[in-house]
T-cell receptor, first 111, second 112 residues
């Protein structure tokens, strides 16, 4: 069974203090790994898809990287508006397109 | 380019009533997923549908819950005889191909 574990569960940063969120996964074969951002009371917002080890994607202050066992979401010089829960999910090869989500990292950026 | 739409956004039901949640996928998308999320918890897969077909309902309780995605109209998640434990946020996601899913704003169900 596919598994996704995210750490830490919660992270508190000062504005401008860079850090990384971790997503460890177990899947028979990886079709894609996804990162989402979820604000309170809203649906998850798609950020990135990574397909193979070594791949990197960037968007503003966020950079996602992928290895064969984990993915990192690096946040550079975060701002208070980056505060949200960040969700990681994996999609396995074979079968249909079922996606398995982790429980998320709740990020708080303090001014 | 409209995104995924869900209605109602908030739904209050008394125990024993029926709850009907609707999801209209993005234009051109024919795959719909339903998830449930409890406060401070992750997204739990419930059911995956394509037009007129249920592909995987392994995450959906066998009793009281049903889902459909007709040829015309939105996908519907139906919960019969609701209980307090059904209170949660229910999210719908649509997918146009084999990759990323796009989520709607959710329906927050409260059972009194």
């Amino acid at each position: 069974e596919d598994q996704v574990t995210q750490s830490p569960e919660a992270l508190r940063l000062q504005e401008g203090e860079s850090s990384s969120l971790n997503c460890s996964y177990t899947v028979s074969g990886l079709r894609g790994l996804f990162w989402y951002r979820q604000d309170p009371g809203k649906g998850p917002e798609f950020l990135f898809t990574l397909y193979s080890a070594g791949e990197e994607k960037e968007k503003e202050r966020l950079k996602a990287t992928l290895t064969k066992k984990e993915s990192f979401l690096h946040i550079t010089a975060p701002k208070p508006e980056d505060s949200a829960t960040y969700l990681c999910a994996v999609q396995a090869t074979g079968g249909y397109q079922k996606v398995t989500f982790g429980t998320g990292t709740k990020l708080q950026v303090i001014p | 380019n409209a995104g995924v739409m869900q209605n109602p956004r908030h739904l209050v039901r008394r125990r024993g009533q029926e709850a009907r949640l609707r999801c209209s996928p993005m234009k051109g998308h024919s795959h719909v997923y339903w998830y449930r999320q409890l406060p401070e918890e992750g997204l739990k897969f419930m059911v995956y549908l394509q037009k007129e077909n249920i592909i995987d309902e392994s995450g959906m309780p066998k009793e009281r819950f049903s889902a459909e995605f007709p040829k015309e109209g939105p996908s519907i998640l139906r919960i019969q005889q609701v209980v307090r434990g059904d209170s949660a946020a229910y999210f719908c996601a649509s997918q146009g191909g084999p990759n990323e899913q796009f989520f709607g704003p959710g329906t927050r169900l409260t059972v009194l």
